[in-house]
């Protein structure tokens, strides 16, 4: 069974601009969840989509929205960019139903000039 | 708010000792993962730890969860250098959403 798959795998922006990344989960999950990593903040919860609805959502700015597409594939978008969003981000993939394991990406590397 | 907190933060340890990370959090949950993180890498599933005194174990590596004490310990047996990695656990809260430690970076000398 292929893994969960994100792209692009390292991004380069500068300040305001927008960024879009993805993420294809493990065929048969319907559950995509978003963290961003950070050495100051660790490891934060931003969003899950479950069948192409927000089911959870973490204590991020507005600036920072997602979605999910009837194929289960999610999109994060960041728009008008800080420095303080540069950081790993890494979705996860799980079948959605309560107690249960989630598989990680490679995660995305961004970094904000 | 859930507070998940790991100790120690950073730890080194000889090849062939025992010892055992921590992880305490604040709030009732019945879902504990831990998870090990290479650098620049991803993370990778250890353990699923879902009722009170469950225990599994891989390798050289255990881990349990007691709820009531809102405690799960990861131990480390006879460490390899192959086990150097930085360590999280995660609490379930909610559907799918995790909630992280602050993660213990493991060195292993040999």
């Known amino acids: 069974k292929a893994g969960v798959t994100q792209t692009p795998r390292y991004l380069i922006k500068t300040r305001g601009q927008q960024v879009t990344l993805s993420c294809s989960p493990i065929?048969?999950?319907?559950?995509v969840s978003w963290y961003q990593q950070t050495p100051g903040q660790g490891l934060q919860f931003l969003f899950e989509?479950?069948?192409?609805?927000?089911?959870n959502k973490g204590n991020f700015p507005g600036r920072f929205s997602g979605r999910q597409f009837s194929n289960s594939r999610s999109e994060m978008n960041v728009s008008t960019l800080e420095l303080g969003d540069s950081a790993l981000y890494l979705c996860a993939s799980s079948s959605g139903q309560y107690i249960n394991e989630q598989f990680f990406g490679p995660g995305t590397r961004l970094t904000v000039l | 708010e859930l507070k998940v907190e790991q100790n120690p933060l950073f730890l080194s340890m000889q090849e062939g000792k025992n010892y055992t990370i921590y992880c305490n959090y604040s709030t009732t949950s019945d879902r504990l993962y831990w998870y090990r993180q290479d650098p620049g890498k991803s993370l990778e599933s250890l353990f699923v730890l879902l009722s009170n005194g469950a225990v599994k174990q891989e390798g050289r590596l255990m881990a349990s969860l007691d709820t009531k004490a809102r405690l799960s310990t990861l131990h480390i047996t006879a460490a390899v250098h192959d086990l150097s990695a930085t360590y999280f656990c995660a609490v379930g809260f909610g559907n799918e959403k995790l909630t992280f430690g602050t993660g213990t970076r493991l060195t292993i000398i040999p």
């Open positions: 989509y479950f069948s192409e609805t927000q089911r």
């Open positions: 065929s048969g999950h319907r559950s």
